[in-house]
Every structure is written in structure tokens, then in C-alpha cells.
């Protein structure tokens, strides 16, 4: 089971020191999802081997530049390799009039349809769904509307114990139905209990992405125990007047809504461009919250 996130691009709003704008590549067993689509995002693509040909999602969080500005190559990519299957693009009221009048003064026909999910900025919901996953929008505050991103994995199938199988001979057949959750009859009309048969299934894992945002405590509840939180982090504490005024986060902001609710791992980034050594970020967090990690991109990160 593959359930990874590949940091495309960890910058701010200003690419520097060879880091480009924020966009994660988000696996599920051979399903991508991409979040945000900064300016570069394809190439970064190609560099880290991700094929463009597996996506069909793309969820794009606030209409600041620096996270969609790549979204017209790609689009016209997926146009000159002929693509044929629509593709799917969540974001803040907006995103369509901007993709719609680049290609209609592009004077371009896309062979293929784009569907367009207008996202409530303002409020909590799930705006995907499929057999495997959840995806939740999740109300941020920066300075325009700003939507992070919860991938929660849904409740697997119980796990049936080999040695069950052989002792009541259980025909193939019937596992499926076990996994799901039903008892096994077996030859003489004996009900085998799927508690005796069965373990439960692993904890579902989450995913969470929370870019751009100051600190907002509202997220907590939400987020609560993810697997894994991506929380922006653009300011050392030194330059705490700064995030104010852009409504970004420092490190120990970021830190401490980890710590706040109770996530696993947290992976920050959005540096600003002043920064060129990142361990002075990553050590200011780890006073709040020992397991912080940096986004480098090229990256996976296991959730
Ligand atoms: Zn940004
Ligand atoms: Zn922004």
C-alpha cells in the first residue's frame, strides 16, 4: 500500500536558492492527487519522475500566484499530449474565469473538459470522495480566501488470520464476505464468530495541508491526530512582525498546532526567501515539536 507525499516545490512567494513554489504530489496506490500547482510545477514533475499522465485531481488553495501560476503549462500539456479524460480543479471561487480567459485569449479549444469544484472558503466539507479516500477543505486565514486540503484514508477491510482459514476450511469464496465483516457458517451449521476469525484493520491514515495561513487556532478540532500535517512555516520568530503583516506563520506557530493536535509528523515549509540554511527553522520548531521535518523538494515523504 502506497500512501506518500513528494514535495515538488517548499518556496514562498519569491523562488531562491534553487526552490520553487509550493506544489505536493500526493500517492495513493497509484492515484495522484496534486496540491497547488506553483510556477514550475511540470518540470519538477518530470525532474522527480512523476508522470503527468496519472492525474486527474489538482486542488489549488488560494489564488496568491505563487500557488497556481503553473497550472496554464500544465493544462496545455495535458492539451498537446492529447488527453482525453477531464480533469478535475478544486479551488476558491475565481479559478475557472482565470484558466477560462487565458485559453479563450489563447484562442485554444482543450480537447479534453475541465471540471471546476468551487470550494466554500469558509467552511469545513468534503469536497471528494472515492472507494479509498476523503478529501476535506479545510477554512485557513490568510489575507484572500485560503483552503488547505485533509486526505483521510478510509476504514480498510478486517484482516483474516491464515490459520483460520485452514482450520474451518473456509472456501474462497467466502472471504471477501469475512473481511467485510460477517460471521463464517461453516459444513455443519456452526456460526465462527469474524471476531475469532479476524483482526481489525490498520488506523486510516491522514494527510493534511495548511498553506498559507497565519496562526488559527479554528483548525484544531479538524485536524486533530492526523498521520501527517504539512503546516506552512515562512518566518524564523526573529521576523514574527513580518508573518503578522503578511498573515504567514513563523516556525513556532506551525510547531505549535502540531503539538496542539496531536498530529504525527509535521512537515513545514514556504520559506521565505531570506533564508538560505533551512536548520535554523527546523531547530526553532523542534523546541515545540521534536518530530518536525523539512519539505526538500524532491522528497517522499511515507504518511
Ligand atoms: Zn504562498
Ligand atoms: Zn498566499
Avoid: W
Avoid at 474565469?97 to 480537447?111: D, G, N, S
Avoid at 475469532?196 to 484544531?220: G, M, V
Wanted: glycine residues 6%; aromatic residues 10%; hydrophobic residues 35%.
Amino acid at each position: 500500500m502506497q500512501f506518500e507525499v513528494t514535495i515538488l516545490g517548499c518556496s514562498g512567494a519569491i523562488p531562491a536558492y534553487d526552490r520553487h513554489p509550493t506544489s505536493h504530489f500526493l500517492n495513493y496506490n497509484g492515484h495522484g492527487f496534486l496540491i497547488d500547482c506553483g510556477e514550475g510545477t511540470q518540470m519538477q514533475m518530470a525532474k522527480h519522475n512523476i508522470r503527468r499522465a496519472k492525474l486527474d485531481h489538482v486542488f489549488i488553495s488560494h489564488l496568491h500566484g505563487d500557488h497556481f501560476f503553473g497550472l496554464m503549462g500544465l493544462i496545455s500539456s495535458f492539451n498537446l499530449n492529447y488527453r482525453e479524460a477531464p480533469l478535475h480543479i478544486y479551488g476558491n471561487e475565481g479559478i475557472e474565469e482565470i484558466v477560462r480567459a487565458h485559453f479563450k485569449h489563447a484562442q485554444t479549444v482543450l480537447r479534453y473538459p475541465i471540471e471546476f469544484h468551487v470550494v466554500h472558503p469558509d467552511k469545513a466539507a468534503i469536497i471528494f470522495e472515492n472507494s479509498f479516500l476523503t478529501v476535506e477543505s479545510i477554512p485557513l486565514a490568510h489575507r484572500i480566501p485560503t483552503t488547505g486540503f485533509l486526505f483521510r484514508e478510509k476504514e480498510g477491510l478486517r484482516k483474516i488470520l491464515p490459520e483460520k482459514i485452514q482450520q474451518y476450511q473456509i472456501p474462497v469464496g467466502e472471504i471477501a464476505k469475512i473481511k467485510g465483516g460477517e460471521d463464517f457458517i461453516d459444513g455443519n451449521g456452526n456460526r465462527i464468530l469474524n471476531t475469532e476469525l479476524t483482526l481489525p484493520p490498520s488506523k486510516p491514515k491522514s494527510y493534511a495541508f495548511c498553506s498559507d495561513t497565519c496562526y488559527h487556532e479554528p483548525i484544531l478540532d479538524q485536524i486533530k491526530d492526523v498521520t501527517v500535517l504539512y503546516h506552512e512555516a515562512t518566518f524564523a520568530t526573529e521576523h514574527a512582525f513580518r508573518a503578522k503583516e503578511t498573515f504567514h506563520s513563523t516556525t513556532i506557530e506551525a510547531a505549535t498546532i502540531a503539538q496542539k493536535a496531536n498530529v504525527g509528523t509535521l512537515i513545514i515549509g514556504h520559506y521565505s526567501a531570506r533564508y538560505d540554511n533551512l536548520e535554523i527553522l527546523k531547530e526553532e520548531c523542534q523546541t515545540v515539536f521534536p518530530n518536525t521535518l523539512l519539505a526538500i523538494e524532491g522528497t517522499v515523504y511515507p504518511i
